[in-house]
């Protein structure tokens, strides 16, 4: 086991994480950061970019590839671990890993984001990788002159059609209500897209597989009630989003959807923690206020730091 001290411990190594690093070391705080997957975060996963200052257009994997590099110019301390706990204290906080390593550090930034909202409907986890997908980019390649089926709304659902039509024979996009929640950008994208086809006030009731995948996904009309089973090879879910608030520890205030509350330096309602991305309630959910949560939380982090160690607070050495 292991025992480190820093300044400040980043958890999560999204555009959030990784621009709190840069802002960090920028401050001269001695610095961690823990991602337990790639560098980079959900974008990743992400087909294309064109939202995000200074680039027109960039794929998601590209992107998260510059953040991560970017990040590694200034020298940031990362380890790739899983971390099991974080237990606030007066003096010093504690971040405990799964492999039993500890770390004190004056002040934390948890940055775990989130993933994709279940719909919780019969077959859904059953046939998850054999069909049911919650990635266009990652299984799209699979469907390629196939037909295919989204579900949802929003941003995701709209961007994620999009990219399926490229490949796919057809793509259904079935979603609950009469008008869509995505931009108007990507609402006339969608409408002008021959090969894709709205169900409209739709919901999935089942998915509904044989010995080689997703056959058909039931559906029922929100409206009329009518029920209907509608055969795809694929079905691509993209309801929302669910904040990763499982390490966020007792004490620190959340909404009832389980999004940290912050003030305005992104600090949470226990001094020195703080959360930034995806995982904090705000207003918008973007790869550019992740990156701008990230700049916050990493000054804030450095003013607490100076004043707990004038305080003679945090001499964690
Ligand atoms: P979202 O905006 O929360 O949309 C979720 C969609 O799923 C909504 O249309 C919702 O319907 C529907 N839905 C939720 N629960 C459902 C259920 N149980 N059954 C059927 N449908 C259900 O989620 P998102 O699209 O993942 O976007 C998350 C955030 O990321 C948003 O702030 C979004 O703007 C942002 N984002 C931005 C971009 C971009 O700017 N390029 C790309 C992706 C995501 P209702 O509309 O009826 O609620």
Redesign the pocket.
Known sequence: MTENTYDTIIIGGGPGGLSSGIYAKRAALNVLLIEKGVLGGQIVN?DE???YLGFEHIGGAELSMKFGQHAQTYDLDIVSREVAEIIPGADFHTVKLANGDTYRTCSIIMAMGGN??K?DIPGESEYYGKGVSYCAVCDGFFFRNKTVMV?????????EALYLSKLAKKVYLA???DA????MI?QQRIFSECKIEMLWNT??TGILAEADGVSSVALQDTVTGDKQEMPVDGAFI????EPSNQLVPAGVKMTAEGYVVTDEKCETSIPGIFAIGDLMEKY???IITAAADGCTAALAAAHYVEAKKSSDECHLE
């Open positions: 992400s970019v064109e939202n994709p909202r719909l579900i949802g709304g929003g941003d995701t659902a709209a961007e979603h609950r209500r869509l929640r995505a931009s990507l919901i999935p993209f309801i929302g989003f918008a959910r973007q």
